[in-house]
């Protein structure tokens, strides 16, 4: 499993070292019978696999789509913050005040990485010597080890390397369980997690000495949290797993939107690799008889000087009148050839991962100018996956948000009352102002929305009474209604101010 997932961050890293070294170490390099085509591990199978030829220096280029999918989706889900709005007035305050930015910027990270590596993991971490508050923080899915029971997570240990030297590797272990949260750090191998030691010898986890309610075990710590209560939860970017669903221990893990795909990704990096292989093979040469070259001495070699502008002294090699037999050379490139390749494949990558092409700037309006309706349409396939991955962030947050007034309550001492607050999910980009004017003059006409809709539609950011005193201002400013009668009567033939017709004279 977590070699899969090694897998897919090499494609989100987009380091073409990590990519060679995630597929070449299934083999042994360079063997003869790679060369007589013969396949040694399913790496062979891939472009980023395959072996450089012995005295060929061979340049791959990566193409970082993968990278772009993840980050794709990141924005789609949060490039404007949820909304929450929670019932108690003092927990909506204090709510404010514990996600901030900060927390916006670590939901765009863990929807991102979630979006390469199958999952996320949020955690609540506090230190006073830090913030004087709680606060929710990410964590990789390559960098954790989840247990659940019945798709529901039920401890989680999240582990990290402080040192690494020869065969010897220092790891600090982070365990969250329902009411407490166990730190240690082991000194083993590759292989093997070791023995326990004491964490003062680490930067990285001597902190742990000085944090308040740490409870000590011998070299394990022990920090109380909420009785009952998980300070982690996993949200999985999209389900069902598919490749996972025979094991057991990650079947609730979910499935990376590279999932399918990386045979595509490897041949679409071959396929622009190729095309500048055509670039550096297509230029010019200048071929000349040997004997025009200028000799650089005993064991030197020679040179042909072509920006010289006078030749004097050559014989032609021939005794017809051909001439100096200087041949130019220039291969074709086939640049459209590879655009379109590259550009097919670019498409079925985008849109087997759940995304419409539009999002990537593949529109297709065959040189006419479309509506701002009709790409909307055309990328529903994005805003349907969207909604999908909706369908596991919302419980995630709110249980987590939940949790994190609880540590505010319990550990901080605060007077919050915690609750699962609403989360509405902000748009992915800002209406056309133009589209909005039109729909909401439709729904005027037809007498389907009121005045104070209106405006809480035009400034969804503003409160109750912010929108009532726009309102009010509105009507303010609408003209008078004119009365039927006075002047405008008498023009029309009425009694002045009965809106009557004259009465008739016999």
């Not at 439709?442 to 309102?471: F, N």
Request: net charge negative; proline share 7%.
């Amino acid at each position: 499993m977590y070699a899969k997932i090694e897998e897919w961050t090499a494609w989100y890293s987009g380091q073409p070292d990590a990519l060679a070294s995630v597929y070449d170490r299934s083999r042994p390099r360079n063997r003869p019978s790679q060369y007589r085509g013969g396949v040694l591990g399913r790496a062979a199978r891939w472009w980023w696999g395959e072996p450089v030829p012995e005295g060929e220096r061979r340049a791959k280029l990566h193409v970082p789509l993968a990278a772009d999918i993840a980050q794709t989706s990141a924005r789609l889900l949060f490039s404007e913050p949820p909304t929450l709005t929670a019932t108690n007035p003092e927990t909506q305050a204090r709510l404010d005040e514990l996600v901030d930015d900060g927390a916006h910027a670590a939901l765009l990270g863990a929807a991102e990485t979630a979006s390469a590596k199958s999952g996320t993991y949020l955690r609540i971490v506090w230190d006073r010597s830090l913030r004087p508050r709680p606060w929710i923080a990410r964590v990789d899915a390559a960098s954790a080890v989840p247990e659940f029971r019945w798709g529901v997570l039920t401890a989680l240990t999240v582990w990290k390397e402080l040192e690494r030297s020869n065969n010897a590797v220092v790891r600090y272990l982070e365990r969250h369980e329902q009411g407490v949260i166990w730190h240690g750090v082991y000194n083993g191998t590759p292989d093997q997690l070791g023995e326990l030691v004491d964490v003062g010898g680490w930067p990285d986890a001597a902190w742990l000495k000085s944090l308040e309610g740490v409870q000590w075990s011998g070299r394990i710590a022990a920090v109380p949290t909420v009785r009952g209560r998980l300070t982690a939860v996993y949200v999985p970017n999209v389900t069902p797993t598919r490749i996972w669903a025979d094991i057991p221990a990650a079947v609730d893990l979910g499935r990376s939107d590279y999932d399918g795909v990386e045979g595509l990704l490897d041949g679409l990096d071959e396929t622009w690799s190729s095309l500048m292989r055509d670039l550096r093979l297509g230029v010019a040469r200048l071929y000349v008889p040997e004997e025009y070259l200028t000799s650089l001495g005993p064991g030197k070699g020679a040179a042909f000087d072509a920006a010289k502008e006078i030749l004097y002294g050559l014989k032609t090699l021939s005794d017809d009148d051909r001439g100096l037999n200087l041949e130019l050379v220039q291969p074709d490139i086939r640049v459209e050839q590879h655009l379109r390749i590259a550009e097919q494949i670019t498409r079925s990558i985008v849109e087997t991962a759940g995304y419409s092409a539009e999002s990537f700037g593949m529109a297709d309006s065959g040189g006419q100018a479309i509506t701002a309706t009709e790409v909307g349409a055309r990328r529903s396939e994005s805003w349907v996956g969207r909604d999908a991955k909706i369908i596991h962030w919302r419980p995630a947050l709110g249980e987590i948000l939940e949790t994190l007034l609880m540590v505010d309550a319990t550990i901080f001492n605060t007077p919050v009352t915690p609750e699962v607050p609403q989360i509405d999910f902000g748009d992915t980009v800002s209406e056309d102002p133009e589209k909005q004017a039109r729909t909401l003059q439709l729904l005027h006409a037809a007498e389907a929305i009121s005045t104070w809709m209106k405006v809480k539609k035009q400034y969804p950011d503003w409160d109750d009474t912010e929108i009532q005193t726009e309102v009010d201002r509105i009507k303010g400013d609408a003209p008078a209604p004119i009365e039927v009668g006075g002047a405008l009567g008498a023009l029309a033939g009425n009694n002045p101010g009965t809106g009557e017709p004259p009465p008739v004279e016999e």
